[in-house]
Every structure is written in structure tokens, then in C-alpha cells.
């Protein structure tokens, strides 16, 4: 069983850039695959990007390819997300999840724990 704590979002003007932190309770976090989704008012809650915490290896939505980062630190067993170049389309609320086996990966049906979210608005 994993918690999850996200925090690190807020107001930002389009251009500029936030980064998101989502710590990890879990003794066992580098079994996980964990993730950042994202919902806004009256959309569904969509795959933004994942790590596969062993491997680093990196997952992205096509719609911020290029824009974010998603990285994590061992040592505070801590997921980030680097988000540059916001745009007011990127306003959301922001949840971290992590699951040892999430299937479909890039769906929120995968992930069996999740953050209380921590909302992103991006002003025009």
C-alpha cells in the first residue's frame, strides 16, 4: 500500500512554468509505476505522464511532449513535474498516482492509489 502527497501548484500567466511534487509513502516505491493526471471542470481525468521508478524510464501525453518533465528522486522518494511553457488550456486539477502494475498505463483505471490533487490554473 502506497500515500501519496502532491503538492506545488498555483496561478501562473501562459509562458510561464510550475513544478509539481508528489511524495511517496511506500517502502517498496521502486516497485511502482507512478503518474500525473490531470482534470478539468467538466472533462474527464486524462494521462499526463509516468515513471517507471526502477528504470526512470518516461511516459508522456502527446499534448506536453516537449513541455513537461517528469523525474523522480530516490533519496526523498519524491515524483516531480517540471511543467514549462504553460498554457491556459493546461489548467486543471493535478493528481499523482502509482500502482505496481498499471494497466492500461496511460488511464486512470490502472492506478490504484492517488494524491488529493493540487490544482494548476494558467492565466491568458
Known amino acids: 500500500q502506497v500515500q501519496l502527497v502532491d503538492s506545488g501548484g498555483g496561478l501562473v500567466q501562459a509562458g510561464g512554468s510550475l513544478r509539481l511534487s508528489c511524495v511517496a509513502s511506500a517502502r517498496t516505491v521502486s516497485t511502482y509505476i507512478m503518474g500525473w493526471f490531470r482534470q478539468a471542470p467538466g472533462k474527464e481525468r486524462e494521462f499526463v505522464a509516468a515513471i517507471r521508478w526502477s528504470s526512470g524510464l518516461t511516459y508522456y501525453a502527446d499534448s506536453v511532449k516537449g513541455r513537461f518533465t517528469i523525474s523522480r528522486d530516490n533519496t526523498k522518494n519524491t515524483m516531480y513535474l517540471e511543467m514549462n511553457n504553460l498554457k491556459p488550456e493546461d489548467t486543471a486539477l493535478y493528481y499523482c498516482?502509482?500502482?505496481?502494475?498499471?494497466?492500461?498505463?496511460?488511464?486512470?483505471?490502472?492506478?490504484?492509489?492517488w494524491g488529493q490533487g493540487t490544482q494548476v490554473t494558467v492565466s491568458s
Open positions: 498516482a502509482a500502482d505496481q502494475r498499471p494497466n492500461p498505463l496511460m488511464s486512470q483505471s490502472g492506478y490504484d492509489y
